[in-house]
Every structure is written in structure tokens, then in C-alpha cells.
């Protein structure tokens, strides 16, 4: 037998007496015809949930939402409205957040390469933080406040503290071998430390690790954590910001951690290590991901005798790039018979002008599977509709929140007029 994971779905999904599929109470059949596929569904109630669990288990204030994993107004409102802070890594994520009226001192500002104009922005809102990555981003920030731009920003110093996340590399953060933060290792960590300590232009009000992505392995953490708070403890700062990279299940036979018990191993490793300071936590993945499911339209099935059979929806690496990007794998289902026994296999594809084109190498499907069937892949929630892309001028996908019953549009289609908006030439 083969049959989808329960644990895959979202936690308010269900199984109508029609077979349908039902998330938050409304049926994908219905979702489907009144706002088209692909469409991506998430359980406003799961993610209500996945917020206050981290809040809970961090502490208020002290849970920020890495909005990179998915963003529109909708989901900065709520993640602000159930406690969490927001962490954003540019400008437009900024700007995303205060439309959505999240308080600017509520944000913190990430990246690596961090604009003037981006720095300007965040100093002029008075974001909570600044995520200070370079020993230029503080010269940048001197020649600001030379301009009087606004009031000395608060910040954190991200540190890498040479730490293997045991994760894809694209996605592994915390080694001596990455473009982020200040080296541990040779020293640049303690110089930074020096120099924020002195200057007038900054207030430094902790330090930050990120030491990646997708992250299972709970002691990776815990190491992570003993590295920063040694490293920390002379300088006696308020905050200590341990970064993201919760993982998540994507397919049959994966456990992770939940956001609790990711957060018992922080504050039993930060207890025994005698950490003084408030510790903060950056979850994305963990927070978004398992909350919805991506539901496409079958359209062409071709066997190929003795190769394989490719199974093509109306999507593909434009609402999803990660089987691309990283080789992630995912688990397929039809919504009319979500847990049927999947005896066919194939490789699930979209609609894109090339090969590489592939959302489950080794797809398994009910055998019924017919051109015109509703097909769905769950986990979703996170880095597929913000990693989207317009390739081959495709629309990108609407996001509907379902929740007892309803179903609220967040964000709509794309039109072909959309795709025209900033193309000026004639
Ligand atoms: C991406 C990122 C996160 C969130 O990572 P997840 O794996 O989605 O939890 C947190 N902090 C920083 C600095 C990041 O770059």
C-alpha cells in the first residue's frame, strides 16, 4: 500500500462524505471551480496555530516570522496578530509588512547586501533591528547617520559560527564558507563586536546566528547555541538571536521536531549555559509549510512503454522551484480520494519549455489517475509561491485562506495585463 501521510496534510483537512478533500471545512472540489488551478490553499487556522505555538514557546517578542518562506498582507497581518515579530531581508519585504500595518520597531532587517537606500528605509521607519552582516554595511550605516536619517538604530551582529547544519548546501548558512555574517573563526566576529561597541551610529543590542535550512537534526541547534552563547557571554547584550531553520516533513517517512520541542532544546542548551539574554527564534519553513497544498489540473498523461509516464498539470517550476533548486521531494494525491492506494507511478511535471521541469521525479498516483483530474501536492506552504516566477509568462497562482467554512482570496490571479504592468517598450 500506498498511501499519503496524514501528517503531510494541514491540520484542519478532512475527508467529506463525497471522498472530497476538505481543508478548514471548505471542499478542494468547490475551491477548484470558483478560483481555478493552480491554486494555492492554506488552513488559516494551522497557521494561526504554528504562530502562537512559537510565541508560546519562545516568549512574546521574541518569535519572528522569516517572511521570505511566504508574504503577501494577509500573512504579515497575521503573524503580527498572533504575536510574532517579523523578519524581513529587503526593502520590498519591508514594505510588504508595513502595508500590511505590521509597526516598522515590530521588523528585523536581514541580508547580506543590504542597499543604502534599504538601510536608509529601515533607519527612517525605526525598525526594531537592524541584522548588521558586514564590516561594509557599517560603513554604510555611519554615512547615514553622518545625514541624520533618523534615531541610532538598534542592532544585532550576525555571526557564523562555523557550524554545519547537516542540510542542503544552497541552503546551509552557519559554515566558515558562506557570504553571511562575521566569521567566528578569524577573528572578524570579536572585531565587529569591538567596533559596534564603540560607535555612535549604532546602538548593538545582541547577536544572531542562522545556521540554515530544513533543519532535522535537533542537536545542530543545540551546538549552534553553545557556540554563540560562549562567544557572547563577555559582552553581557541583551539578546541572542538563534535564527531559523526548523525542517519539516515533505514526504512519507519524515519526522521533525515541533516548533515546543525545538524550543526545549534552545532553552534547556541556553539554561546550562547560563545565557542571561532574551533568546529570539526566526522560524519560516516550520510556521507556513505544512498549511497548505498546491492543487493543479491534470492534463496530458503520456506512457511511455518500458520508460516511464509523465503525468502534466498547468504548473510546474514557476509556482514551485524546489524540486529544481535543492532535488526536494514531494508526495502527490487526488482530492476526490485523498488517502486512495497510489499503484501508479510516473513523474508529475508541469508546463514549462523544458525538461528540467519537474515537481516529483518519482510520482505515485492512484491508477484511475485520468486527464482532468484535480491533482495536489501538500507542504507547500513554503518557498513555492515566494520563489515563484513568471517563467514562460506564466500568471502566478492566487492564494485563497480557508477556515470554517470560508474561503478568502489574498492574492488573486495573475492576469495577462499583469504580465504587461511594468513593460514600457513598444
Ligand atoms: C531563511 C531565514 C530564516 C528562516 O528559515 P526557515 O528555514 O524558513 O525557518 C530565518 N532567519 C534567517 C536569517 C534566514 O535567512
Redesign the pocket.
Known amino acids: 500500500m500506498s498511501v499519503l501521510p496524514r501528517h503531510l496534510l494541514p491540520d484542519n483537512a478532512a475527508v467529506a462524505d463525497d471522498g472530497w478533500l476538505t481543508i478548514g471545512g471548505c471542499s478542494v472540489r468547490d475551491l477548484a471551480a470558483e478560483f481555478g488551478t493552480p491554486l494555492f490553499v492554506y488552513d488559516e487556522e494551522h497557521l494561526r496555530a504554528r504562530c502562537r505555538e512559537a510565541v508560546e514557546a519562545f516568549g512574546h517578542g521574541n518569535a519572528y516570522y522569516?517572511s521570505?518562506?511566504f508574504l503577501c498582507k494577509a500573512m504579515a497581518r497575521l503573524a503580527y496578530d498572533e504575536g510574532m515579530k517579523l523578519?524581513v531581508?529587503t526593502g520590498g519585504e519591508l514594505h510588504i509588512a508595513i502595508s500590511a500595518g505590521v509597526p516598522a520597531p515590530a521588523c528585523a532587517l536581514?541580508g547580506n547586501n543590504k542597499s543604502v537606500a534599504e538601510l536608509r528605509m529601515a533607519i527612517e521607519h525605526r525598525v526594531g533591528h537592524i541584522?548588521v552582516d558586514s564590516f561594509d554595511e557599517l560603513d554604510r550605516i555611519d554615512a547615514l547617520m553622518a545625514e541624520e536619517v533618523g534615531p541610532t538604530p538598534k542592532v544585532l551582529l550576525?555571526i557564523t559560527p562555523g557550524v554545519e547544519a547537516h542540510t542542503h548546501e544552497f541552503?546551509s548558512?552557519g559554515q566558515d564558507d558562506s557570504k553571511f555574517g562575521f566569521n567566528l573563526a578569524n577573528g572578524d566576529a570579536l572585531r565587529a563586536v569591538e567596533r559596534a561597541r564603540r560607535s555612535s551610529s549604532v546602538e548593538l543590542v545582541g547577536l544572531?546566528c542562522?545556521i540554515?535550512?530544513?533543519?532535522f537534526v535537533a542537536s545542530s541547534f543545540g551546538k549552534a547555541a553553545e557556540v554563540m552563547a560562549n562567544f557572547a557571554a563577555p559582552f553581557d547584550l541583551p539578546e541572542l538571536v538563534l535564527?531559523?531553520?526548523?525542517g519539516v516533513p515533505y514526504v512519507e517517512g519524515e519526522e521533525a521536531p515541533t516548533l515546543t520541542q525545538w524550543g526545549n532544546v534552545l532553552r534547556d542548551a541556553c539554561d546550562a549555559l547560563g545565557v542571561r539574554s532574551r533568546v529570539g527564534v526566526?522560524?519560516?519553513?516550520?510556521i507556513v509549510a505544512v498549511a497548505a497544498i498546491t492543487v493543479y489540473t491534470l492534463g496530458t498523461i503520456k506512457p511511455i512503454p518500458g520508460v516511464r509516464t509523465y503525468y502534466s498539470v498547468d504548473g510546474g517550476m514557476s509556482d514551485n522551484p524546489r524540486p529544481v533548486l535543492y532535488g526536494s521531494g514531494y508526495e502527490s494525491f487526488l482530492p476526490r480520494a485523498p488517502f486512495a492506494d497510489r499503484t501508479a507511478e510516473g513523474r508529475l511535471v508541469g508546463k514549462h519549455c523544458e525538461s528540467g521541469d519537474v515537481l516529483l521525479r518519482e510520482a505515485r498516483l492512484p491508477a484511475d489517475a485520468a486527464v482532468g483530474d484535480l491533482v495536489a501536492t501538500p507542504v507547500t506552504g513554503?518557498?513555492g509561491r515566494s520563489m515563484g516566477s513568471n517563467y514562460n509568462q506564466i500568471t502566478r497562482p492566487p492564494v485563497v485562506f480557508v477556515r470554517d467554512g470560508d474561503a478568502r482570496l489574498v492574492i488573486r490571479r495573475e492576469t495577462f495585463d499583469d504580465l504587461l504592468a511594468t513593460d514600457v517598450g513598444h
Do not use: C, Q
Open positions: 522569516a521570505k518562506a523578519d531581508a536581514h541584522v550576525r541552503i548558512t544572531h542562522h540554515g535550512s530544513n533543519v535564527g531559523g531553520g526548523l526566526e522560524p519560516g519553513r516550520s513554503a518557498y
